[in-house]
């Protein structure tokens, strides 16, 4: 099976592309390709995989991952202070949004949004 590192995967979409290790094009990959309980690949993880051909160029079967995803995070943690600040700020916001449901509203959707990107930033930097 060819060997090669994650070029580009966008969980959102569902698809990404692979380098191989020997060079040459690089290979379409679709989330239905990964492991069970593998829901994204980072930038530069090592893997294995099967290649078929498709209509626009070669595809990966069966991904097998070779080595935990490299950490950009934490090459770019945030000091205990910064953290401290951030995570009483994200308190505030949370509390004005509950505040609105304790008065039977939901918050509006460009809100929600936003402070649904703050959730998943403040949950990947507590995860290191």
Known sequence: MPTGRVRYYDAEKG???LS???GGDDVYVRASALPAGTTSLKRGQKVEFGI???KRG????SVHLL?????LSKASRKSPDAMA?????????LDGIGN????????DPKV???VASVLRAVADELEL
């Open 15 to 17: 698809f990404g592309f």
């Open 20 to 22: 191989k290790d020997t």
């Open 52 to 54: 078929v051909d498709g």
């Open 58 to 61: 070669e595809q990966a079967l």
């Open 67 to 71: 080595e935990a995803p490299p950490s």
């Open 85 to 93: 600040v951030i995570v009483e700020d994200l308190i505030k916001m």
């Open 100 to 107: 609105g449901y304790r008065r039977g509203r939901h918050p």
């Open 112 to 114: 929600a949004s936003k």
